[in-house]
């Protein structure tokens, strides 16, 4: 069973900078895709970034340029660096996770196992 525990949230100001974290454990396998989604309310839910198993990386048009996305495979974590935050970025990401091969972008459907969340607040 894939476990996925994120970390790293919390609040800032309009222009600063959080990371965040998912510890990754329970995949049989070294072929899987990792990613962020995020969920404001009253939005849909968005698939902000995610790298697959050949470290191909996609951004959703809103993060990209803002956003980093990496994966530390010792330490089997998942990292998003999020700078020049904005008001709008405000949500609970999630940390995600699919079987898939590599290759993206990689589709949304694929994505079969969630973190817990952890919660962004940007303030103006």
């Known amino acids: 069973q894939v476990q996925l525990v994120e970390s790293g949230g919390g609040s800032v100001q309009s222009g600063g900078s959080l990371r965040l974290s998912c510890a990754v454990s329970?995949?049989?396998?070294?072929?899987?895709?990792v990613g962020w989604f995020r969920q404001a309310p009253g939005k849909e839910h968005e698939l902000v970034s995610a790298v697959s198993s050949d470290g191909s990386t996609s951004y959703a048009d809103s993060v990209r340029g803002r956003f980093t996305i990496s994966k530390d495979d010792a330490k089997n974590t998942l990292y998003l660096q999020m700078n020049s935050l904005k008001p709008e970025d405000t949500a609970m990401y999630y940390c995600t996770f699919a079987s898939c091969g590599p290759g993206s972008p990689i589709p949304k459907s694929l994505f079969n196992y969630w973190g817990q969340g952890t919660q962004v607040t940007v303030s103006s």
């Open positions: 329970g995949a049989t396998s070294s072929m899987y895709c």
